[in-house]
Nanobody, 126 residues
Framework: EAQLVESGGGLVQAGGSLRLSCTASGFTFDGAAIGWFRRAPGKEREGISCIDPNGSATYYLDSIKGRFTISSDSARNTVYLQMNGPQPEDTAVYYC???????????????????WGQGTQVTVSS
């Protein structure tokens, strides 16, 4: 069964760092676009970044630009979200999602994604 599993969430102090991982099982990331989303309490789910099938980051949400970095390791079938300098407003459940080929493309719109992970909680303390 094709699954995505997020890990690396937890409690972090504002200004610290955290790295989230998204690993696929049952399918390969080859040719897929992988996005990171988050849902903060009382807010809508929002797309924060995506990496395309060529391994290039295609967009970052304005509020995280310069602080968060998306990357991929095809050998490990894993996509990462490096969170540097998180702030309390970054507190949310973070999800990764995949657009499977073909064609696969990045989007900030959640409904184009075919597979979702269960989410990992990130809490940033002030």
């Amino acid at each position: 069964e094709a699954q995505l599993v997020e890990s690396g969430g937890g409690l972090v102090q504002a200004g610290g760092s955290l790295r989230l991982s998204c690993t696929a099982s049952g399918f390969t990331f080859d040719g897929a676009a992988i996005g990171w989303f988050r849902r903060a309490p009382g807010k809508e789910r929002e797309g924060i970044s995506c990496i395309d099938p060529n391994g290039s980051a295609t967009y970052y949400l304005d509020s995280i630009k310069g602080r968060f970095t998306i990357s991929s390791d095809s050998a490990r079938n894993t996509v990462y979200l490096q969170m540097n300098g998180p702030q309390p407003e970054d507190t949310a459940v973070y999800y990764c999602a995949a657009v499977l080929p073909t064609p696969a493309y990045c989007s900030a719109t959640y409904y184009v994604y075919d597979r979702w992970g269960q989410g990992t909680q990130v809490t940033v303390s002030s």
